[in-house]
């Protein structure tokens, strides 16, 4: 059974830093391509970055670009998005996705991904 958790979510104030850590386990890590993803109230899930199998191909959504860092270690089985200058458009629900090797169409969208955990937090005040 794939399970995928998130963590490091947190309330912040504008302009501060977090990194968020997504745990896989249930299936073969270096197999996976990784995603990450935030969903604001009232508003579509959107995707944040996306990172292939051995880190090869990075994408990130416009609005995080420059600010954002994906990265993986896949001693640890775990995904990482070091986030910077954060903004209060950024407070959402952010949630890891996994798709396995081979069943990517290499596009960083929410229908691409069928592992999902539950979310973690961001709150970003003035």
């Known amino acids: 059974q794939v399970q995928v958790v998130e963590s490091g979510g947190a309330s912040v104030q504008t302009g501060e830093a977090l990194r968020l850590s997504c745990t896989v386990s249930?299936?073969?890590?270096?197999?996976?391509?990784m995603g990450w993803f935030r969903q604001a109230p009232g508003k579509e899930r959107e995707a944040v970055s996306c990172?292939?199998?051995?880190?090869?191909?990075?994408y990130y959504s416009d609005s995080v670009k420059g600010r954002f860092t994906v990265s993986r270690d896949d001693a640890k089985n775990t995904l990482y998005l070091q986030m910077n200058s954060l903004k209060s458009d950024d407070t959402a629900m952010y949630s890891c996705?996994?798709?396995?090797?081979?069943?990517?169409?290499?596009?960083?969208?929410?229908?691409?991904?069928?592992?999902w955990g539950q979310g973690t937090q961001v709150t970003v005040s003035s």
């Open positions: 996705a996994a798709v396995p090797r081979g069943n990517w169409g290499r596009a960083c969208a929410v229908n691409e991904f069928p592992y």
């Open positions: 249930g299936i073969d890590f270096t197999e996976l391509h």
């Open positions: 990172l292939s199998r051995k880190g090869v191909t990075e």
